[in-house]
Structures are given as C-alpha cells and as structure tokens.
C-alpha cells in the first residue's frame, strides 16, 4: 500500500479518536495532507524522516507542544508558526529552515529549538 494512504488512514484515526499524539515519521511523505493541520486536539507531532519540502500555511494545532521535522527538505516555516503559542520543541535540524527563529523570538516559553 502506498505510504501517502497508510499515512492519510493514520491522519484520520488520529482525527476522530482526539488523539494528543501522532507519529509519521519515515512514511517518506512529500507533501502533507491538508486534514493534519487542523486535529486540534494534537500536542507532539513527529513528521521526522520524510521528504516534506513545505508546510501548508493553514495551520490551526493550537494546541501542539512538541514538533519534530528534522531529515526533511524544508526550507521555510510559515508566518503561521509564529501564532503557535504553545510550542515548546521544535526539532528543525537535517533541513534548510532559515526563518524558525525570527518567527519563535516573539513566543515566550518556547524551550527548545534544534
């Protein structure tokens, strides 16, 4: 099966069981679906080991803590990033973000950034 399917179905389980947390990584997604940026109930979130050049600008995790995107191929982060609140790890490394901290100095209790 298709590793962009068996991570759609994971995406919506994760979606109608309010799961807090999700794990994608090493599926070697390139793009991600739009659906995973609105369970709103997710806090870590591990997309590690994909081929992810981009994420969506719509992003409405409010609620997420914990993010790992690192071995991806992205360059950017979205302004959206900046309104995330309660972030407080980000695993950035192995990409090419050049953006991540002008866009966390504005959140307070941000803890870790790699």
Known sequence: M???????????WAERKNLSKLDLSGYELERLPDLLFHISTLRDLNLSGNHIREIPDQ??????TTL???????????????NLSKMRRLNRSDNKITNSEMLFSRLKLFHALQ
Do not use: G, H, K, T
């Open 2 to 12: 298709n590793n962009d399917i068996l991570a759609l179905r994971e995406i919506e």
């Open 68 to 82: 790992n995107l690192s071995r991806n191929l992205i360059s950017d982060l979205p302004s959206q990033f900046a």
């Open 59 to 64: 992003i409405d995790l409010l609620n997420l």
